[in-house]
């Protein structure tokens, strides 16, 4: 069992900055991949970044490559999401979530585990 809590949602300009947390529970948490996704209003969740159990392999959707970057710290159990020079067609519910397939590591059936999430909102 893994349970995930995100944080560091916000307000901010386009072209402003923001680093999302995911603290993980678990003893388990550096066997998984984890992944980050995004849901605006009216729309499906997205597949946003991954990054496999090691830290060693990412992934990102075309329209955040060389904005944003995923990391992860095995030793504090979380996950990050750098995101720069934010646009307002970021805006979503950010969330992060734990898996172990690595087939379908770029969708939301590669993973068991779901945050709440955390909201951001860029303003044009």
């Known amino acids: 069992q893994v349970q995930l809590v995100e944080s560091g949602g916000g307000l901010v300009q386009a072209g402003g900055s923001l680093r999302l947390s995911c603290a993980a529970s678990?003893?388990?948490?550096?066997?998984?991949?984890m992944g980050w996704f995004r849901q605006a209003p009216g729309k499906e969740r997205e597949f946003v970044a991954r990054?496999?159990?090691?830290?060693?392999?990412?992934d990102y959707t075309d329209s955040v490559k060389g904005r944003f970057t995923i990391s992860r710290d095995n030793a504090k159990n979380t996950i990050y999401l750098q995101m720069n020079s934010l646009k307002p067609e970021d805006t979503a519910l950010y969330y992060c979530a734990a898996g172990q397939s690595i087939a379908l590591a770029t969708t939301t059936s590669g993973y068991k585990y779901w945050g709440q999430g955390t909201q951001v909102t860029v303003s044009s």
């Open positions: 990054i496999s159990w090691s830290g060693t392999s990412t």
């Open positions: 678990g003893r388990t948490f550096s066997s998984y991949t």
